[in-house]
């Protein structure tokens, strides 16, 4: 079967970097991605990786690594609005290709 | 205007009633889906439609029905509540069934009592 795994919960404190690790276990891989879920909101779309290496969208990096079943989200110059859950995500393999979700981390920006 | 709306945001019911949740994108995406979130924040996948046919349907009580009208639309129909479908159940839609990006549904916390 299909696995991801990551962190249930990470801490840290304003203006500082956090890496949320996520490990897979898949049939077939289609890319990782990361979603970011505030308490009482919808998850929303950060960040996907197809390729090894190193993906930049501002403060937020994803970093993939095929050999060795493994990405990372990198938070940079955090700020308390970062205090939420992250989600790494994979697609199945096979016809339908769903998307199999990590059990999300939960992180907690403190002053 | 909003993307993904699903309605109602807030629904609190008895056991053994049946419910409906409406959900409708206007991104002109092709695949839809239908999450449960429990209380841990697992994301769990029921229901996939794509182009109002149904490819994903996970191991889910056959009390839940999806219900496609045409692409844009995906509702979800649950009869018999029992207290364990309380959850907060997401709308998704990407624009086709292997994309990588999901654009999701504010949320509809059911709470059965």
């Known amino acids: 079967g299909q696995s991801l795994e990551q962190p249930s919960e990470v801490t840290a404190v304003e203006g500082a970097i956090v890496q949320i690790n996520c490990t897979y276990q898949?049939?077939?891989?289609?890319?990782l991605s990361w979603y970011q879920q505030h308490d009482g909101g919808a998850p929303t779309f950060l960040s996907y990786?197809?390729l090894d290496g190193l993906e930049e969208t501002g403060r937020f990096s994803s970093f993939l690594s095929r050999s060795d079943s493994y990405g990372y989200l990198l938070l940079q110059e955090l700020q308390m609005k970062d205090s939420a859950s992250y989600f790494c995500?994979?697609?199945?393999?096979?016809?339908?290709?769903?998307?199999?979700w990590g059990l999300g981390t939960s992180l907690a920006v403190n002053p | 205007d909003t993307a993904v709306s699903q309605t109602p945001k807030y629904l609190v019911t008895q056991m053994g009633n049946d419910k409906s949740i409406k959900c409708e994108q206007n991104?002109?995406?092709?695949?839809m889906y239908w999450y449960k979130q429990d209380s841990k924040k697992f994301l769990k996948i029921m229901f996939s439609?794509?182009?109002?046919?149904?490819?994903i349907n996970e191991t889910v009580p056959n009390r839940f029905s999806p219900k496609s009208p045409d692409k844009a639309h995906l509702n979800l129909h649950i009869n018999s509540l029992e207290l364990g479908d309380s959850a907060v159940y997401f709308c998704?839609?990407?624009?086709?069934?292997?994309?990588?990006?999901?654009?999701f549904g504010q949320g509809t916390r059911l709470t059965v009592v």
């Open positions: 998704a839609s990407s624009q086709g069934t292997g994309d990588t990006e999901a654009f």
């Open positions: 991104l002109g995406h092709d695949t």
């Open positions: 439609y794509n182009n109002k046919e149904l490819i």
């Open positions: 898949t049939s077939g891989f289609y890319g």
């Open positions: 990786n197809a």
């Open positions: 995500a994979s697609r199945e393999a096979g016809n339908n290709r769903k998307l199999i």
